[in-house]
Structure formats: C-alpha cells, structure tokens
C-alpha cells in the first residue's frame, strides 16, 4: 500500500525559508516520479515541482529558482526546499506519485507566509 507523509510546514516570514519533507512507503522514491502540489484557498491546486523516475527537475514558473526538489533513497524521501518566500507562497503544499495509472497524494502541510 502506497503512502505519503508530509511535513515540515509552518508560518514563515516572506524571504525565509522552509524545508518540506515526504517520507513515502510501498514504494520507491528513486523509482517513481515524484511531484509537489499546492493549494491556495479558493484556487485550483497546481503542480509545484517534479523529480522524474531518472532525475529530470522540473518547476511552475512562479517558483523556478526559488524552489527545488531531491530526493533521499535511503530515507526514500523527497524535499521541497523553499527559500525567498513570498506571501503567495502560502497554501497547503502536497506530496503527490503515480503509480501506473493510480495516483497517491500525503495529507498535505500548511506553508502560511506572512508579510
């Protein structure tokens, strides 16, 4: 059985810094694409940031050079490293895999960023 915990949000000051965390179980990090969503109240949730099964990064645009994904095996886990915070950064960031055609989200972590 697949399954993702996040953690590591919080309230922070724009321009601070957070480090999300999702431990994942059932499978593996290193061989599953692995993505970070968030979602604003009252907006769409959207994709954050994305590590490929072989590596490939990718990033929405709002947060390229901000954010960054990696991933540990060993603790078969991923991080979402957030720095520069903005107040529009605040949302409830979730860890998402995909597994064939079924996909698996965490419970979510709040970010709230203060101005």
């Known amino acids: 059985q697949v399954q993702l915990v996040e953690s590591g949000g919080g309230l922070v000051q724009a321009g601070g810094s957070l480090r999300l965390s999702c431990v994942a179980s059932?499978?593996?990090?290193?061989?599953?694409?692995m993505a970070w969503y968030r979602q604003a109240p009252g907006k769409q949730r959207q994709s954050v940031a994305v590590?490929?099964?072989?590596?490939?990064?990718s990033f929405a645009d709002s947060v390229k050079g901000r954010f960054t994904i990696s991933r540990d095996k060993d603790k078969n886990t991923v991080y979402l490293q957030m720095s520069s915070l903005k107040p529009e950064d605040t949302a409830v960031y979730y860890c998402?895999?995909?597994?064939?055609?079924?996909?698996?989200w965490g419970q979510g972590t709040q970010v709230t960023v203060s101005s």
């Open positions: 998402k895999t995909r597994v064939g055609l079924n996909e698996y």
């Open positions: 059932g499978i593996s990090v290193s061989l599953n694409l």
């Open positions: 590590i490929s099964s072989d590596g490939r990064l």
